[in-house]
């Protein structure tokens, strides 16, 4: 998600491992990601860990009421 470079800094290796990639959809209503964020939490709450950086972010910004989905989309050959 483009998000991620916001929450985590463009040196995070999950940033650097993102830009790989060419996004070539988002489904902003998915939250199949809880599952891999949040292992053990479906809903959306105070409740939900803060463990990792991306955990806090993520929690906060989905608290505000955004919405945060899964995306597609291919590697970029180099």
Do not use: H
């Not at 959809?25 to 939900?48: C, H, K, Q, S, V």
């Amino acid at each position: 998600m483009p998000e991620l470079e916001k929450f985590l800094g463009e040196n995070s290796n999950i940033v650097k491992f993102q830009k790989l990639f060419t996004i070539e959809n988002i489904d902003r209503d998915a939250t199949w990601y809880m599952g891999w964020i949040f292992p053990g939490y479906e809903i959306i709450n105070n409740e939900l860990p803060e463990n990792t950086t991306l955990q806090k972010e993520l929690k906060r910004y989905l608290l505000d009421g955004n919405k945060f989905g899964i995306a597609k989309g291919c590697i970029e050959m180099r």
